[in-house]
C-alpha cells in the first residue's frame, strides 16, 4: 500500500511565477480531490475528478488555478502568476468507486510559499 | 450547505477518555457524520463515520443524537500521540463529494 504521494512536498517560489504540483492517488481510486489549507485552517475543497472527467471545481478555484486528470491517474494543479495569497498548503485526497460512503485517503500535502 | 461546528480546543489527561464534541444541526436525514484528524504537517486521516447509530472501531467511538443534530467522538484511553486537530465533517456541494471540514478541535493529550 504506497498510499496517495504528493510531489513537490516544499515549493518557494516568487511573486508572479507559475507554479505545478502533482498528485499521485493510490492506484485502483477512480475518484481525486484537491484541497487548500492555510495557517489555522481545516482543508478548504477545491476540486474533485471521477476519472479524467473534472466533475466540480469551488468557487475558491479561481482563473489562475487549472487541475487536470489526463488519464485517469496522476493528477496535476497549476497556478498562474502566483500571489502571496496563494501560499498554503495543497492536499490531494482519493477515494475508491467501491466505497460509496466515499472515505478519502489524503497525501501529505505541498507546501506553497510564495514571496 | 450542511455546516459544522466545534470547539476550538480541548485537554485530557493521558489514559483518560476523550469525548470531542460536534453539532451538525442542518444535517440532511440521509447524511453520513465523518470524523478525520490531523496531525502537524501530516495529510488528514480517516477515523470513523456514522448515520444513525453509534459505531466503534480500533479507533474510537462514535455517539450520534437521536435527532441527528450533534455527535460525539470518543477516544478511550488517549495516548500522547492522539494530540492532533480533529475534524467532524459533513459533505457538502453538488455531488455530495466536498467535504467540509471547518476549524476543528485542536486535542492535547496532556502526560
Known amino acids: 500500500d504506497t498510499g496517495v504521494s504528493q510531489n513537490p512536498r516544499h515549493k518557494i517560489t516568487k511573486r508572479g511565477q507559475n507554479v505545478t504540483f502533482r498528485c499521485d492517488p493510490i492506484s485502483e481510486h477512480n475518484r481525486l480531490y484537491w484541497y487548500r489549507q492555510t495557517l489555522g485552517q481545516g482543508p478548504e475543497f477545491l476540486t474533485y475528478?471521477?476519472?479524467?472527467?473534472?466533475?466540480?471545481k469551488s468557487r475558491l478555484l479561481s482563473d489562475r488555478f487549472s487541475a487536470e486528470r489526463p488519464k485517469g491517474s496522476f493528477s496535476t494543479l497549476e497556478i498562474q502568476r502566483t500571489e502571496q495569497g496563494d501560499s498554503a498548503m495543497y492536499l490531494c485526497?482519493?477515494?475508491?468507486?467501491?466505497?460509496?460512503?466515499?472515505?478519502?485517503?489524503f497525501g501529505p500535502g505541498t507546501r506553497l510559499t510564495v514571496t | 450547505d450542511a455546516k459544522t461546528t466545534q470547539p476550538t480546543s480541548m485537554d485530557c489527561a493521558e489514559g483518560r477518555a476523550a469525548n470531542l464534541p460536534c453539532n451538525h444541526s442542518t444535517i440532511s436525514g440521509n447524511e453520513y457524520v465523518y470524523w478525520y484528524r490531523q496531525i502537524h504537517s501530516q495529510g488528514p486521516q480517516y477515523i470513523i463515520h456514522?448515520?444513525?447509530n453509534n459505531e466503534t472501531n480500533e479507533m474510537a467511538s462514535l455517539i450520534i443524537t437521536e435527532d441527528r443534530k450533534s455527535s460525539t467522538l470518543i477516544l478511550p484511553h488517549a495516548t500522547l500521540r492522539d494530540t492532533a486537530v480533529y475534524y467532524c465533517i459533513v459533505r457538502a456541494g453538488n455531488t455530495g463529494n466536498q467535504f467540509y471540514f471547518g476549524t476543528g478541535t485542536s486535542l492535547t493529550v496532556i502526560p
Open positions: 485526497a482519493s477515494s475508491s468507486p467501491g466505497t460509496a460512503l466515499n472515505e478519502q485517503y
Open positions: 475528478f471521477q476519472n479524467e472527467a473534472q466533475l466540480e
Open positions: 456514522g448515520l444513525k
